[in-house]
């Protein structure tokens, strides 16, 4: 049974299921909020699985890497990997039929899911690396999604995010400010700092920055109380590739993740995210937590 507030752990069954149930269970552990784990039946796993890598079954049949074909088969997966990370109270829901992203988006509605955690296909082609389902999430989500870049799972440990630095790219749109509040929210919980990154040309009046630094550092809970400190929040202008001076950034901060807001769901084959947003997510080195314009109403007055 799921729960309100939960983070939600969209898997498919592949090679990196316990890995990404595994970050959701962290995630969880952090915002002191339950964990959901989801599968919706005839969301594939990854093509180039090995089965060494694969959760198995005491009848000796993989649970965890191979297809699931059945309603019970994957009730059977969401229990092995609830046991695999060792919380085996998590919530379990199988999706009997439908698409998987969008079937995903309305339960975490349903739920007023906190956050979402979902993999990329590494089988997938380099103008579609995410895959249909997170690419979907990542556009038009109820919430924030975490999408985690195929082939890093097994290094993503959200446990050792206290205290880091978070980075959030920023242009100066409503969606980016609701990427930057969310991301407050988050290091805020992990007694991190935020670094708002605007790249390009033109960059954000000076007025709003000093507006939007107010209100971010005192997002932390009982930030105007004298014995709690402001939030760590700080605003930097660069100019360069937007997608490449991110990650640059991030990379020389240590950051454990690159927060970005999208801008909604076009076409089926063509999901909004905007260019910043999608070069981040193809060529991933890190965690990146999308904001789609969907998502809940964490937003400021910029």
């Known amino acids: 049974?799921?729960?309100?507030?939960?983070?939600?752990?969209?898997?498919?069954?592949?090679?990196?299921t316990v890995h990404l149930a595994r970050v959701g269970a962290d995630l969880a552990r952090i915002v002191a909020a339950p964990l959901t784990l989801?599968?919706?039946?005839?969301?594939?796993?990854?093509?180039?699985?090995?089965?060494?890598?694969?959760?198995?079954?005491?009848?000796?049949?993989?649970?965890?890497?191979?297809?699931?074909?059945?309603?019970?088969?994957?009730?059977?997966?969401?229990?092995?990997v609830a046991e695999a990370i060792g919380e085996p109270t998590a919530g379990r829901h199988v999706v009997p039929v439908g698409d998987p992203?969008?079937?995903?988006?309305?339960?975490?509605?349903?739920?007023?899911?906190?956050?979402?955690?979902?993999?990329?296909?590494?089988?997938?082609?380099?103008?579609?690396?995410?895959g249909r389902v997170s690419s979907r999430l990542a556009a038009d989500a109820p919430c924030p999604v975490l999408v985690i870049p195929h082939g890093?799972?097994?290094?993503?440990?959200?446990?050792t995010w206290r205290a880091r630095t978070l980075v959030c790219g920023v242009d100066g749109s409503s969606?980016?400010?609701?990427?930057?509040?969310?991301?407050?929210?988050?290091?805020?919980?992990?007694?991190?700092?935020?670094?708002?990154?605007?790249?390009?040309?033109?960059?954000?009046?000076?007025?709003t920055v000093r507006d939007v630094l107010a209100q971010l550092r005192g997002t932390r809970p009982g930030a105007?109380?004298?014995?709690?400190?402001?939030?760590?929040?700080?605003?930097?202008?660069r100019s360069g590739d937007p997608a490449e001076e991110l990650e640059r950034i991030a990379a020389t901060a240590t950051a454990p993740l690159i927060a970005v807001g999208s801008r909604g769901m076009g076409p089926p084959r063509s999901p909004l995210l905007g260019p910043i947003a999608r070069r981040l997510l193809q060529h991933a080195r890190r965690p990146i937590m999308v904001v789609p314009a969907t998502s809940g109403p964490a937003e400021l007055a910029a």
Do not use: Y
Request: charged share 20%; proline share 4%; aromatic share 4%.
């Open 224 to 237: 105007a109380r004298r014995d709690t400190p402001p939030l760590d929040v700080e605003f930097e202008q």
């Open 38 to 80: 989801v599968h919706v039946l005839g969301a594939m796993p990854d093509a180039d699985w090995d089965a060494a890598g694969a959760v198995w079954l005491a009848d000796d049949r993989p649970a965890v890497g191979a297809k699931v074909g059945s309603e019970r088969e994957a009730t059977r997966m969401l229990d092995t």
């Open 175 to 207: 969606h980016a400010w609701s990427a930057a509040a969310r991301a407050a929210d988050l290091v805020s919980q992990l007694g991190g700092s935020l670094r708002l990154v605007n790249v390009g040309v033109g960059g954000v009046a000076a007025d």
């Open 1 to 16: 049974m799921a729960t309100r507030d939960s983070i939600v752990c969209a898997l498919d069954g592949g090679q990196s």
């Open 152 to 159: 890093l799972e097994s290094h993503v440990f959200p446990l």
């Open 101 to 130: 992203g969008r079937r995903v988006a309305k339960l975490a509605e349903g739920w007023n899911a906190q956050l979402i955690v979902v993999g990329t296909r590494g089988n997938a082609p380099v103008t579609d690396a995410l």
